[in-house]
């Protein structure tokens, strides 16, 4: 009897055994089946970046410096870009710092009602650029006259004029002057002498429009090969 029991027991121990090492075996098939998922999905990713770069190809070339008087300082990775003049004036008494964005917005054909989706005007949609303008004297570098522009593909539009102080946090609540649609039509017509003068005009406006269409396709390379990179890690 004694001997019975010890052999049941050891059938019941072997049970055990097979039981809880049961799961055991299995436990490990499941970080393996997850890792193949991963690298599916991986494998997939990667498949759409290397098609998206293959089909983006290289930029479009620029338009003749000759278009603007102006020397880009590009800035990979960043959405703003600084121009300098070309040709700084003379004995160095006046500096100009254009400072431009890709492409921030647009404005679509309203004639008759019609938006974006409505119908009659099917006109293509006016890309806005963001274009910031400082103009400062070598006496008074810490000073500057501000010009706050948006720059459309055949036109660059004022839309702001005020002094600007360098090197000192902006108030709060800063008197900006009125709108620049409603000084007086002199005081308009001067501005945009004085920026004609310093080569920020229509000229202008259409050359960053080439320009920031070209870092448009660049920054977006840039981004795709970026991803992955860190995919393939």
Not at 110 to 124: H, N, S
Not at 199 to 226: C, F, I, P
Request: hydrophobic share 35%; proline share 9%; charged share 30%.
């Amino acid at each position: 009897m004694a001997r019975r029991l010890l052999h049941l027991r050891g059938q019941v121990a072997g049970l055990s055994r097979h039981c809880s090492g049961e799961p055991a075996r299995l436990l490990p098939t499941r970080p393996y089946i997850s890792d193949m998922r991963r690298s599916a999905f991986s494998d997939r990713l990667l498949r759409a970046l290397r098609s998206e770069i293959s089909c983006r190809g290289d930029p479009t070339p620029l338009p003749p410096r000759s278009t603007a008087p102006f020397a880009v300082d590009d800035r990979p990775g960043n959405r703003w870009s600084r121009l300098r003049p070309a040709f700084p004036s003379a004995e160095g008494e006046e500096e100009v710092r254009v400072d431009a964005t890709m492409v921030d917005g647009a404005t679509f054909p309203t004639r008759f009602g019609a938006g974006p989706d409505g119908d009659g005007d099917e006109r293509p949609p006016r890309m806005h650029i963001s274009v910031h303008v400082e103009v400062s004297r070598a006496a008074r570098p810490d000073m500057a006259l501000a010009f706050e522009c948006a720059a459309w593909p055949d036109e660059m539009e004022v839309e702001r004029v005020y002094p600007l102080r360098r090197g000192m946090p902006a108030p709060a609540h800063r008197y900006m002057g009125r709108p620049f649609r409603e000084l007086d039509e002199e005081m308009q017509s001067a501005v945009h002498d004085y920026l004609e003068h310093r080569g920020v005009n229509d000229e202008l406006a259409a050359y960053l429009h080439s320009y920031m269409e070209n870092k448009e396709q660049t920054e977006l390379v840039r981004w795709l090969k970026n991803v992955e990179c860190i995919i393939k890690k």
